[in-house]
């Protein structure tokens, strides 16, 4: 009766597990997990809102004139004084005129925009990336676990089933049936809390994906890139932010606080009544001397804005080469326990038959062949989780030098 229902128990929890597990699909790629992921994130309306600022920059630098034209009256009268027919009437239409620099600067300000939205595209794709791989090694590495949880669950399963038998025949005592069915317990328990694990990597990425399916493949070829160059995308993104707030610096210095325009009017007047009306067009301009006094906390703001662009900028340059260093420490460090671990399996696969073998002729006791197949268990996990770990460490190390997915 034991064995029937722990047979039932496990069958059911397999039964469940597959209904819960990702699917995996050969098709599918990793950029087009990618681009599953961009579409959906709420990144996307403030890049939209990004570029839209970007073309508007540009599109205030080629324009003509910097501000609108308009359009001025005067009308003067002595009806109210004197009442000789005195009259005077001015309409002029008055061009607001780039200050000298003014232009050039600010297209410089609209050709920075747009260089930083291509690299702040880039950069979110790459930091993207980085969240996507690391998702996919974890929903990996925690499926292993757990998979390997129910391998290490279903081979006691089969321990116990056989030292049930021994124990109706009398060949074992009951202690040793208890001693299995303990041992049972303990990796059903470890197989529930891995599968909560996994559900909630899975969770994670169907929030950040919408995606039901993994793909089967997400192995990575190792990056030949040694280095973190200025084309890294975090690094690229804080320079052409520096730039950006250079050019606005030096944009918001070449402005005055007061425009310069070109009047062209008309101007129609008459003595008194005896008088011919005289009709008169002209030409005036106005300039200001000097800048304004709020000029200064301005400059000094853009200015200051830019500093914070060229530390961040130091800032990212530290952090790259920070994680670059980490990646390739990991990498390597990883390299030599993979190396140790093949070794390691060839002998405790050997060793792990040949005590199997002894437990079954009776050679060895329960409690000697449970402690046995618990050392092999624990070096075939090991082993497994490193290949496993050894794969998120490549996809590791090629985010570190910049490549996107």
């Given at each position: ?18 209904e819960d597990a990702l699917a995996t699909d050969a098709s599918l790629t990793l950029s087009a997990v990618l681009s599953a992921a961009e579409q959906r994130h709420p990144v996307q309306r403030l890049l939209a809102a990004q570029a839209a600022t970007g073309n508007a920059e540009a599109r205030y630098g080629s324009r ?17 004084f004197d009442d000789i027919g005195a009259n005077e009437s001015e309409l002029a239409v008055s061009f607001p005129v780039w200050m000298p620099g003014e232009k050039r600067a600010q297209k410089a300000v609209g050709d920075a925009a747009a260089v930083t939205r291509v690299s702040r595209e880039a950069g979110f794709r ?280």
């Amino acid at each position: 009766m034991i064995v029937s229902l722990t047979v039932t128990a496990a069958t059911q929890a397999a039964t469940r597990h597959e209904e819960d597990a990702l699917a995996t699909d050969a098709s599918l790629t990793l950029s087009a997990v990618l681009s599953a992921a961009e579409q959906r994130h709420p990144v996307q309306r403030l890049l939209a809102a990004q570029a839209a600022t970007g073309n508007a920059e540009a599109r205030y630098g080629s324009r003509w004139m910097p501000e609108s034209v308009q359009l001025k009256a005067f009308h003067m009268s002595d009806r109210t004084f004197d009442d000789i027919g005195a009259n005077e009437s001015e309409l002029a239409v008055s061009f607001p005129v780039w200050m000298p620099g003014e232009k050039r600067a600010q297209k410089a300000v609209g050709d920075a925009a747009a260089v930083t939205r291509v690299s702040r595209e880039a950069g979110f794709r790459w930091q993207l990336s980085g969240e996507i791989r690391r998702q996919l090694w974890d929903i990996r590495l925690a499926r292993r676990q757990w998979q390997f949880a129910q391998e290490q669950e279903q081979r006691l399963q089969e321990v116990f089933e056989q030292v049930a038998r021994f124990t109706e025949a009398g060949e074992l005592a009951r202690a040793d049936l208890l001693s299995t069915m303990q041992q049972l317990a303990v990796w059903k328990a470890e197989t529930i809390a891995l599968e909560a694990e996994y559900q909630d990597a899975a969770r994670s990425y169907r929030s950040l994906t919408s995606l039901s399916v993994v793909p089967e493949h997400i192995e990575e070829v190792l990056s030949d890139k040694d280095d973190a160059g200025p084309s890294h995308p975090a690094l690229s993104l804080a320079s052409d932010r520096m730039a950006e707030a250079s050019a606005v610096a030096e944009a918001v210095s070449q402005t005055n606080g007061y425009r310069p325009t070109l009047d062209v009017f008309w101007r129609g007047f008459r003595g008194d009544r005896m008088s011919t009306s005289v009709d008169a067009v002209g030409i005036g301009f106005s300039v200001p001397l000097g800048k304004s006094p709020r000029k200064g906390p301005e400059i000094a703001r853009a200015w200051e804005a830019y500093a914070q662009a060229e530390s961040e900028y130091l800032q990212a340059r530290r952090d790259v080469e920070l994680q670059l260093h980490e990646a390739r420490h990991q990498l390597e460090t990883l390299q030599r326990q993979l190396h140790n671990s093949e070794a390691m399996i060839k002998t405790a696969v050997e060793k792990y038959d040949l005590d199997r073998m002894a437990f079954d002729l009776g050679e060895l006791s329960t409690n000697q062949w449970l402690r046995r197949l618990a050392e092999f268990q624990e070096i075939e996990r090991s082993h497994q989780l490193l290949q496993v770990r050894y794969g998120a460490a490549i996809a590791a190390y090629n985010q570190a030098v910049g490549e996107s997915l």
